[in-house]
Each structure stands twice: as structure tokens, then as C-alpha cells.
């Protein structure tokens, strides 16, 4: 493999992932409500003026949310694709990446407590 074959590759490979970005941006209401809920605790924690180590936090509970609901809609979209009609098992494998989700956003919750109930008391 050529070093030009191998940049060229990651290259490719930043695009699909770009145009997955954007894709889940686009259509994904899950994905979209809670892009607007990170937009609200972001102007929050700007409002509020945060540290920069809960700014850290923060980031990394929107980061976890958004990455457990993307691998959640993959998950979804596989299920979709091998068994289109309505099977308990797949129902299964759903809501099991469904509470993944609730895992993330449950932690993010509780990250959200941790910085906010000191600015809010």
C-alpha cells in the first residue's frame, strides 16, 4: 500500500463518515431533539459562565448521548433492513439499543445535576 493509497483512503473514509453526520442531522428526529437540548445547556453554561473542567463534562455527556443515539438508529436500520415486518426478537434487539440510549442520557442527567443544582442553589 502506497502512502498516497492510504491518505486517499482516510479520505474516503472522513466523507462517509461526514455524510453519516449529516444524514442523522437531517432525518433523525431523536438525533435533532437532542441537538436542541445540547444548544439549551450550552447557552446555559455559557449564561452561566461554567468552568472550563465542567465544560469538559458536559461535552462529554452530549458526545455520549448523540454517539449511543447514532449507534441506536444503525442498530434500528440493520433490524429494519433483515426483518422489515414486526418480529419479537427484533423487537428485542431494538428496545435492548433503545435503553442503551436511556444508559447515556441517564448519565448525562446526572452529569447535568452535578454542574447546574450549584449554580441553581
Not at 65 to 93: M, Q, R, W
Request: with cysteine; hydrophobic share 55%; charged share 15%.
Amino acid at each position: 500500500m502506497t502512502l498516497k493509497h492510504f491518505i486517499w483512503g482516510r479520505v474516503k473514509s472522513i466523507r462517509y463518515a461526514f455524510k453519516g453526520f449529516f444524514f442523522l442531522i437531517r432525518t433523525e428526529h431523536a438525533i435533532i431533539s437532542q441537538l436542541i437540548i445540547s444548544g439549551i445547556f450550552t447557552g446555559l453554561g455559557f449564561y452561566l459562565g461554567i468552568t472550563r473542567e465542567e465544560w469538559v463534562w458536559q461535552i462529554v455527556a452530549i458526545g455520549l448521548v448523540l454517539s449511543t443515539e447514532s449507534l441506536n438508529t444503525a442498530i434500528e436500520k440493520i433490524c429494519d433492513f433483515i426483518h422489515p415486518d414486526y418480529h419479537p426478537k427484533i423487537g428485542i434487539i431494538k428496545d435492548v439499543a433503545s435503553g442503551a440510549v436511556t444508559f447515556a442520557a441517564l448519565t448525562a442527567l446526572v452529569i447535568a445535576a452535578f454542574i447546574y443544582l450549584p449554580y441553581m442553589i
